[in-house]
């Protein structure tokens, strides 16, 4: 006999099915929430984004590359910001510099103001 899955989990599920993600994104996602939660020993949707931040110095520390962590990241991402709504946990709510193009580096080094305005 299985586990009753919780609606939690289903509701990410249900999320995740939704966008038409694939089974083994399912699987890693499922599995990365599990494993945060468990981590600090609460349900995960009473932890808040320091604790996120703890958990990402904790597989740091563990020696996991970021090839390893991202997708972990990710899946808390996908929780927080979609399952659960809140605000700063999805990758547009998070706060960057606007990136620049290489051809606007180029230009800013030689003084010019825009492509077409001058040579």
């Not at 996120?52 to 910001?81: D, M, Q």
């Not at 700063?88 to 230009?107: E, F, I, K, M, N």
Request: a positive charge; glycine letters at 8%; zero cysteines.
């Amino acid at each position: 006999m299985s586990n009753p899955i919780s609606p939690l989990r289903q509701r990410m599920i249900d999320d995740m099915t939704f966008r038409n993600m694939s089974p083994s994104t399912h699987k890693v996602y499922t599995y990365a929430v599990a494993n945060f939660s468990a981590f600090h020993g609460r349900s995960p949707d009473k932890l808040r984004i320091e604790n996120v931040r703890e958990y990402r110095l904790h597989l740091i520390a563990r020696g996991l590359k970021a090839n390893s962590i991202n997708p972990i990241i990710g899946a808390l991402r996908f929780f927080y910001g979609t399952t659960l709504g809140r605000k700063g946990y999805s990758r547009s709510d998070s706060v960057r510099p606007p990136r620049r193009h290489a051809s606007s580096r180029a230009l800013a080094r030689r003084g010019a103001t825009s492509v077409e305005g001058g040579v």
